[in-house]
């Protein structure tokens, strides 16, 4: 696809029950980015994956949250026992490599916006 | 950890006037980013600063980097409505760090 794609769009859970959002990134980027956007306001790094080197997970707000990059391509949020707090938009980015000092442009998904009830 | 402070945080104009947006910090960024977003999509890049003292423009829109790095302004002019939407600064650190934002509603 053209751009960075999230699924599901919507995803309405009860507390407790685990959820999984899935992120396809651009194709030929190598670096991933997992945020949370809560309602009008800024974004929360979650989790960077760069090619086969070791995950940045220092954002992960609990041990709750995990997440895979397969292949280097498609991406999986985990949240476990999910709790009312982690309702919020999930985005999903990806760019080519980083470079110092600038970063490469971040494309983002729509989203997945998660409510727990 | 690195904060990044954005005013206002809301932002209602009519059509036709001038704007400033800020984003203010107590820490040295190596470059900073500016988004757009609106409802239901994610944050598009506008422009990336690099340079202390450095202004971009991108047609009625231009943007400031601090001399220190630690500050950065938005200025439109002539907003329309379809200047409307959630303006982002983030800074470069270890990973980005995102503002608040500020929600500019421009009102025909």
């Known amino acids: 696809g053209a751009g960075v794609s999230q699924s599901p769009s919507n995803k309405v859970t009860e507390k407790g029950k685990d959820v999984e959002l899935r992120c396809d990134p651009i194709?030929?980027?190598?670096?991933l980015y997992w945020y949370r956007q809560s309602l009008g306001q800024g974004l929360e790094f979650l989790i960077y994956?760069?090619?086969?080197?070791?995950?940045?997970k220092s954002g992960l707000p609990s041990d709750r949250f995990s997440a895979e990059r397969t292949g280097g391509s498609v991406s999986t949020l985990t949240i476990q026992r999910t709790q009312q707090e982690d309702s919020a938009v999930y985005l999903c980015?990806?760019?080519?490599?980083?470079?110092?000092?600038?970063?490469?442009?971040?494309?983002f998904g729509p989203g997945t916006r998660l409510t727990v009830l | 950890t690195q904060l990044l402070e954005q005013s206002p945080q809301f932002l209602s104009i009519q059509e036709g006037e001038n704007l400033t947006v800020y984003c203010n910090s107590s820490?040295?960024?190596?470059?900073l980013q500016w988004y757009r977003q609106e409802p239901g999509e994610g944050p598009v890049l506008l422009v990336t600063?690099?340079?202390?003292?450095e202004v971009k423009k991108l047609k009625r829109l231009t943007f400031q980097f601090g001399d220190a790095r630690k500050d950065s302004s938005l200025h439109i002019t002539a907003a329309q409505p379809g200047d409307t939407g959630l303006y982002l600064c983030?800074?470069?650190?270890?990973?980005?760090?995102f503002g608040s934002g500020t929600q500019l509603t421009v009102l025909p």
């Open positions: 980015a990806s760019s080519l490599a980083r470079q110092v000092p600038s970063y490469n442009e971040q494309f």
């Open positions: 194709s030929g980027h190598t670096a």
């Open positions: 994956f760069q090619g086969n080197s070791a995950p940045d």
């Open positions: 820490s040295v960024f190596s470059s």
């Open positions: 600063v690099v340079t202390g003292g």
């Open positions: 983030a800074g470069s650190a270890r990973q980005l760090t």
